[in-house]
């Protein structure tokens, strides 16, 4: 076995071109036996092996700069770089990120999960290189829907006036996430289908320098068109055809399920632990095909990630032209459904809380400052949903309560998410944007409003005294139990639905200064300029004790939910044992 003795890039250029094959295949079996026990990225990086094997074959890492794209699909290149433990002992799964990490290895340059950055990072380190007089090959992957990304093209538009060595590998294997959309991709058809030769070139049209790789996933004509762009002396574009999924059939088969996986049975490809139920996700996607089917202006955009909302293949069909995927390109979806919005549209733009800060631009500039009628969905949005540093959900309340003219609407259950949503397509005053709730799907237990028009009222769900908790979106369960236990110890606490996390309900936190000392405000997101400073902030000139519950800010990484949560004292006990104490 080769794989277990690589143990930095020097190991890979003493191997023959037929041991590199092999190589090749016992890292796609060292990938399938890590995947099918933790989940993560399978896709790319199935089809990136053999690229990832040529450029450590011909590159110089880490003297020479490789930066991956999202880096999504740099599992190969961990393995090449010291550290194929974490793929071939089960007890060191978790020792490496799924993304490059520099803590990790000298070989990663950047922490990277988003798209469409590479080429601009990359193309700083050669600006560096060059202003400091140093000379080494500096590279930057790119692909899976990257290229749709504003800031993909904006760093492609300037690496041309770079004038120095430069090189762009763009991993073109036919798939985003989900399908490409986008006239640059009819482009790189058209570069397949005459084998690179075609007069209508994107890269060119751009002043770059132009290389066609027509089997990405062969490593003797990778190794051979590397080493002759190896010190090259301008910015060139290697356009490499590859295959997403290579060498798992299941994968090959259905790109946009195996993009990311869950744990799954490697024979059959069955997930181990499939969720069966009703899920938010599914639940919007539903609801909104039954509101196009109404209303032909009602219209749902993705930005390259219709699945995290519901949006199989077969809905995205049925929808038709009221679905929109405008490729990874989140400012550009808010942009439009601002657009559609001033036309007399109904758009519902749906863009997960970890990349929302993507958009803050737009839904500033855009969309509020027009005050375009549009919804926006924030999806996956808690501190429970996704721990890789890269992709945390915990700054959506933050971003966007700020700003004017946006409602900001945090459902706590089933059926209050579902006639928010009704309700913002419907209104024509302001934008809405929904903070989708996560989890276990829950239904009501009270009647809920139909009509959110009378803005920033809360909901008075039980009034007692002393003790008010404010318990936003996901976290109103939580806040049930800190009544639950706070009546074992006498205390009848009044508890608040707040619905609106962009405004106050002035005249209920004045009704609580009467007979109340304490309010308690939790959130399932960033404290820091989150709701529950909003709330501190007005009550700060009466005798009300506020005490804040929400995540202390923080990039955190791959934690423990249960132990993060202990760590912020988002836990009932703690929370209640925090009440007692102050109003004993």
């Known amino acids: 076995m080769y794989l277990e003795n690589i143990t930095s890039p020097a190991d890979v250029k003493r191997l023959s071109i037929e041991q590199l094959k092999t190589l090749s295949s016992e890292i796609r079996t060292a990938l399938l036996g890590k995947l099918s026990e933790c989940g993560g990225h399978c896709g790319p990086n199935l089809g990136m092996v053999e690229a990832t094997i040529a450029m450590h074959y011909v590159f110089d890492s880490p003297t020479d700069k490789i930066v991956f794209d999202v880096s999504h699909q740099c599992y190969t290149h961990k393995m090449l770089t010291g550290r194929a433990s974490a793929f071939l002992d089960s007890s060191r799964y978790h020792d490496v990120s ?86 640059l991709y009819k482009n790189l058809e058209e570069l397949r289908l005459s084998d690179g030769t075609c007069s209508n070139n994107l890269f060119r049209a751009m002043g770059l320098d132009y290389v066609y790789v027509s089997d990405g996933n062969d490593i003797e004509s990778l190794i051979s068109v590397f080493s002759k762009v190896k010190d090259v002396n301008h910015p060139v574009v290697v356009h490499i055809n590859t295959l997403k999924g290579k060498g798992y059939l299941p994968a090959e088969q259905d790109k946009e399920t195996w993009h990311w996986s869950m744990p799954f049975d490697i024979a059959t490809g069955k997930l181990k632990n499939e969720f069966i139920g009703e899920d938010y996700n599914d639940l919007t996607a539903l609801h909104l095909m039954e509101l196009m089917k109404r209303d032909p202006k009602v219209c749902a955009i993705t930005a390259g990630t219709p699945g995290i909302w519901g949006w199989t293949p077969q809905r995205r069909e049925e929808a ?120 276990a799907v829950k239904s009501a237990d009270r009647p809920v409003a139909t009509d959110y028009s009378d803005l920033n009222k809360y909901e008075m769900v039980h009034r007692g005294k002393d003790v008010a908790i404010l318990a936003l979106g996901n976290f109103f369960s939580l806040g049930e139990n800190v009544c639950r236990l706070l009546k074992e110890k006498g205390i009848d606490a009044t508890l608040i639905n707040p619905r609106f996390i962009s405004g106050i309900d002035v005249e209920m936190l004045d009704s609580l200064t009467k007979d109340h000392k304490v309010v308690v405000t939790l959130e399932d997101g960033a404290l820091e300029g989150g709701f529950g400073e909003k709330i501190a902030r007005y009550l700060g000139n009466t005798d009300l004790k506020t005490l804040c519950y929400g995540a202390k800010k923080q990039f955190a990484d791959r934690y423990s939910v249960a132990e993060f949560f202990a760590e912020n004292r988002l836990v009932d006990s703690m929370i209640a044992e925090d009440v007692l104490e102050i109003i004993r």
């Open 98 to 183: 799924g993304y490059t990490e520099p803590s990790e290895s000298p070989h990663d340059n950047f922490i990277i999960g988003h798209t469409s950055t590479s080429v601009s990072l990359a193309g700083g380190l050669a600006k560096g290189r060059d202003l400091n007089g140093e000379h080494y090959n500096v590279i930057a992957v790119i692909g899976d829907g990257s290229l749709s990304g504003g800031e993909a093209l904006e760093g492609l538009d300037w690496a041309a006036e770079l004038d120095s060595n430069f090189i762009i590998v763009v991993n073109d294997n036919q798939m985003s996430i989900a399908e490409n959309h986008g006239g």
């Open 320 to 439: 038709g032209k009221q679905f929109i995927d405008v490729g990874i390109a989140e400012e550009h979806a808010i942009a439009l459904a601002s657009g559609i919005a001033k036309a007399g549209g109904k758009p519902v733009a749906g863009i997960c809380s970890s990349f929302i800060q993507r958009t803050y631009d737009q839904m500033s500039q855009d969309l509020c400052i027009n005050d375009s009628p549009a919804t926006i969905l924030v999806l996956w949005a808690s501190l429970a949903s996704m721990t890789d540093v890269t992709h945390l959900c915990h700054f959506d309340i933050p971003l966007l309560s700020g700003i004017p003219n946006l409602v900001f609407l945090a459902p706590t259950n089933r059926d209050e998410y579902l006639a928010m949503l009704d309700w913002s397509v419907s209104y024509t005053s302001h934008p809405v944007a929904i903070r989708v709730p996560v989890g």
